[in-house]
């Protein structure tokens, strides 16, 4: 799916600020929709954000005056519509902002199963036309415009995700779920039904204004209450799920978290216990853990740039069975290559509850090294502090250097990569090493040159 969360609160597809994404907007995205993908059916789902279901439905509506019959699934995570896109064979609209804070919303889209609208698959298509229809006025509907139902699907993508993980088995576990609010409130519940998990539910309600905290759990302060809740019960682990519920993060039964690179390297030995000799995808920040973990269980490494579209392009290509980010995106060639934060919380429940030691012992085989997390600098000049960096590194002697997403700096005992943000000036900095002091030198280091 592509994240059109740019065009969301106040910014129009023509750049004109400020504007009101509304739902004229959305029903122009439905009719360009249809008409970019030549679909004769699509189906559309939505999050909990007030705005929601009425963009949703206004995009039903422009698809449908173009002649496609729409299935709407009504509230879902973005996984679930991946599932619907997936298993119902159609090109798919998801209606949210992900994380984002609650005065925003915004669309992804896919084609059929599940695979990604791109910049050169359609989005640039889109674009164009909904501009030319502002100037212009929408085209007349067609002689035969689609229809419009509802479906459930919630079941039929529980079921599907239960088949690919069976947790029947493990030992009984106890489980916090902070949902934020969020669509993990609405999916959970259904997923874990009569499985051997005793379930501590946390802001289940759905409630697009996010009153307990933001639906993003890469910020730290965002997963206290979890981490106060699970040392508080004795839970043997926790589950934080973002406001679309496709991207899950997990605190141990101490209430630290859990790197994603060490989810990524415990799924991806899950995965290739099930198929031997399988590609696996990370993304360059993802640790150096990852590649290690693939090559020690039979699999082959492949180093992908940072973002989906790459990941599942990679995927497609490959064959990969597994693809894993630093940001806590997962995808599963059983997935459609989709990402879906679901099955590898699963996936963490089987390894768990399928020996007796604590998640901690657990995780610490894939958690090898001390890293500094995403660091973020405010610079004027992006190209020009990237290029100091290149100058200060590029001839020291046993360093590598490469570009194949921002810059990437690799010496025997430590790494990091400096990538430009593309919406913000920003530079953001991610080390890692094989102790900590090593890391904090490299971080100061580097920092130094970047904040000039």
């Given amino acids: 799916m592509t ?48 705005s929601s279901p009425g963009l949703s439905g206004a995009f039903a509506r422009g698809a449908a005056a173009r002649g496609a019959d729409v299935t709407e699934i009504g509230l879902c995570s973005t996984d679930e519509l991946y599932f619907a896109s997936g298993s119902l064979g159609l090109p798919g609209a998801m209606f949210t902002a992900s994380h984002n804070p609650a005065q925003y919303n915004g669309i992804k889209m896919c ?12 989005l640039a298509d889109i674009r164009a036309l909904v501009e030319r229809w502002s100037d212009e006025g929408a085209p007349e509907p067609v002689a035969e415009p689609g229809t419009v139902t509802r479906r459930d699907v919630l079941g ?14 493990i030992r009984p576990l106890k489980v916090v779920v902070d949902a934020g609010n969020g669509m993990g409130g609405h999916t959970v519940p259904t997923v874990f039904e009569g499985l051997p998990l005793e379930l501590d539910a946390m802001y289940f309600e759905l409630d697009g204004s996010f009153p307990n905290h933001e ?38 039964e101490n209430g630290d978290p859990v790197s994603p690179s060490a989810i990524t390297a415990l799924v991806a030995a899950r995965e290739l216990a099930k198929h031997p000799g399988g590609t696996v995808i990370h993304n360059l920040i993802t640790s150096w853990s990852v590649p290690e973990v693939v090559r020690e269980n039979g699999g082959n490494p492949v180093r992908t740039r940072v973002g989906h579209s790459f990941i599942k392009e990679e995927m497609a290509t490959t064959g990969a069975i597994f693809g894993g980010e630093h ?49 973020n600098s405010t610079v004027d000049d992006q190209t020009g502090r990237l290029g100091a960096i290149k100058a200060a590194y590029e001839s020291r002697d046993g360093v590598t250097l490469d570009e194949l997403d ?11 990569n400096v990538r430009a943000s593309n919406t913000e000036p920003l530079l953001r900095l991610n080390v890692e090493a094989r102790d900590t002091a090593t890391a904090d030198r490299v971080r100061d280091e580097a920092l130094a040159i970047i904040r000039g």
């Fill in 3 to 50: 994240d059109l969360s740019q065009i969301v609160k106040a910014y129009d597809v023509r750049g004109v600020v400020p504007t009101q994404w509304d739902e004229p907007l959305a029903e122009l995205f439905g009719a360009a929709f249809a008409e970019v993908t030549a679909a004769d059916a699509i189906v559309i789902g939505h999050d909990m954000r007030p």
């Fill in 111 to 122: 084609r059929a199963g599940a695979a990604p609208v791109g910049q050169d698959t359609g």
């Fill in 156 to 169: 039929d993508y529980a079921a599907h995700l239960r088949g690919l993980v069976d947790l029947s088995g």
């Fill in 215 to 252: 639906a993003n759990p890469l910020d730290p302060k965002n997963i206290v209450d979890l981490q106060a809740r699970v040392r508080e019960t004795g839970a043997d682990l926790g589950l934080a799920f973002d406001g679309d519920a496709d991207r899950c993060f997990v605190v141990d």
């Fill in 327 to 375: 940001s806590a995106h997962y995808y599963f060639r059983d997935f459609w290559n989709a990402d879906t934060g679901m099955l590898a919380a699963m996936h963490v429940l089987a390894a768990l509850g399928g020996q007796q030691g604590p998640l901690s012992q657990l995780v610490a085989q894939y958690d090898r090294y001390a890293a500094s997390g995403e660091i």
């Fill in 406 to 416: 921002g810059l990437t700096v690799t010496a025997d005992n430590w790494w990091f």
